[in-house]
């Protein structure tokens, strides 16, 4: 037996990613699976991004890059951020990452030391938690439902906070739920921080521009909190570039400088043919983001009619992001023909994906047991489809 590190046995599978070998095994075996695991736009890349990074290779922009991203890259979210966030940043606080994700986990092992809290609203994405348990950290859940659209307030957020505080970290807009913080909201969330100089706050904006409900709001307007708010956004949602992994940081100066120095031992800069192409991603308009916006909008409209049919989902209508979260706890105790019992969310996951062949992810993994998480960055006819064979799968539960 090969004997791993503590920290690897501690550290769990990405939930959203076992589900979906679990439905590539079932396809496998010739079964008709509809894959709503998984949290990946459908679209394909537009024309512009993927002609300029085959000019980037064509070009030689096949080095080594400096660590924190091209220059003219950097300048580019500079820019992005000042004309579409109306945020001020210079280029020294910008970090270009391999995806988001390493963002988030450069800033929690930039910040948080062995025995720091880190609070984490429920439902959260899959990787939050298990980072803060990469950085031996304590994450503190704050539980929100259903019925506050899973969102918390200012009290809950001052009541969580102890002196071990030292980030906080969320959403917005919210996967898995879609909920979107209002400017309102963050600001009451912002008056909490300005009695706390000591916590910072991770601001994951990965989902900015799959908002149906009108202008994105960051809590890095702020500017009595600015200081400590680290911005994260990328591209694999906006500009359908999962595959591509990039994403980047806006933060203080000593953050974006400790990023540089922790990737630089780790990953390097992200791929240099990439970033040309995230390049073009920005100085090309928002014309494709607004047509995937729109077209996951009529989506939305058309699940959350069918999923409001269903006897025992309870859903919310998701301002945001592409994933519905629905409370199916009333589900739980009841019987499978087979005879098998549904204990929580997990169980019915499994059971939609071996019944209904449609792949969910069982809420627990976000923190939340009443609940499952779906996509819908799926075809019309496979999301229609999906929603009956769901309805009859759960129809059948006694
Ligand atoms: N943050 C959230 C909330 C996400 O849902 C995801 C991807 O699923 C990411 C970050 C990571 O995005 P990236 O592909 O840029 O690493």
């Known amino acids: ?16 990613i ?13 079964v008709n699976v509809i894959s709503l695991s998984f949290g990946e736009p459908d679209f394909s890349t537009p024309e512009n991004i993927k002609e300029a990074a085959k000019k980037a290779m064509d070009e030689n922009y096949t080095y080594y890059t400096p660590v924190s991203g091209y220059p003219d890259l950097r300048q580019a979210i500079v820019n992005k951020l000042k004309i ?23 800033a929690i092992m930039c910040l948080v ?39 918390i307030t200012a009290e809950e957020l001052e009541a969580a906070i102890t002196p071990k505080t030292k980030l906080f970290m969320f959403s917005s807009p919210c ?17 909490v921080f300005e009695k706390h100089p000591d916590i910072y706050i991770l601001s994951d904006e990965i989902y900015e521009h799959i908002n149906f409900s009108g202008k994105h709001e960051s809590i890095a307007q702020f500017n009595s909190i600015k200081d400590r708010v680290i911005v994260v956004n990328g ?31 780790i990953t390097s800069g992200t791929c240099s043919i990439t970033q040309r192409a995230a390049l073009a991603a920005y100085e090309g308009g928002l014309d494709s983001v607004i047509a995937m916006r729109d077209e996951f909008l009529k989506r939305r409209d058309i699940v959350y009619n069918l999923l409001k049919d269903i006897d025992g989902v309870k859903t919310n209508l998701p301002e945001g992001a592409f994933y519905f979260f629905p409370d199916i706890s009333s589900f739980f105790g009841k019987q499978t023909e087979t005879g098998e019992t549904i204990k929580d969310s997990s169980d019915l996951a499994l059971y939609l ?11 627990d993994s976000f923190g939340n047991n009443d609940c499952i998480r ?25």
Do not use: C
């Open 175 to 191: 996967n898995p739920t879609g909920s979107l913080y209002s400017k309102d909201e963050l600001e009451s969330l912002a008056r």
């Open 84 to 106: 579409e966030n109306n945020l001020d940043y210079d280029i020294s606080q910008i970090v270009v990452t391999t995806g988001a994700k390493q963002a988030l986990a450069n």
């Open 18 to 30: 076992r589900m979906a070998k679990l439905g590539r095994e079932l396809k496998a075996k010739g």
């Open 235 to 265: 591209f694999s949602k906006a500009y359908a570039m999962t595959g591509w992994r990039i994403g980047y940081l806006a933060a203080h100066p000593t953050i974006a400088a400790a990023t540089d120095k922790l990737q630089g031992q």
């Open 353 to 363: 994906l071996n019944v209904a062949h449609v792949a969910t992810v069982g809420g």
């Open 374 to 398: 779906f996509s819908y960055a799926a075809s019309e006819e496979s999301l229609v489809e999906a929603m009956k064979r769901i309805k009859d799968a759960l129809g059948k539960l006694k």
């Open 113 to 151: 030391n062995p025995g720091d809290e880190v609070i984490i609203p429920t439902p959260y994405w899959v990787s939050y938690s298990e980072m803060v348990k990469l950085a031996d950290g304590e994450s503190v859940f704050i539980d929100t439902s259903i019925e506050s659209n899973f969102k």
């Open 1 to 16: 037996t090969v004997a791993l590190s503590d920290k690897i046995n501690n550290l769990s599978e990405s939930a959203t």
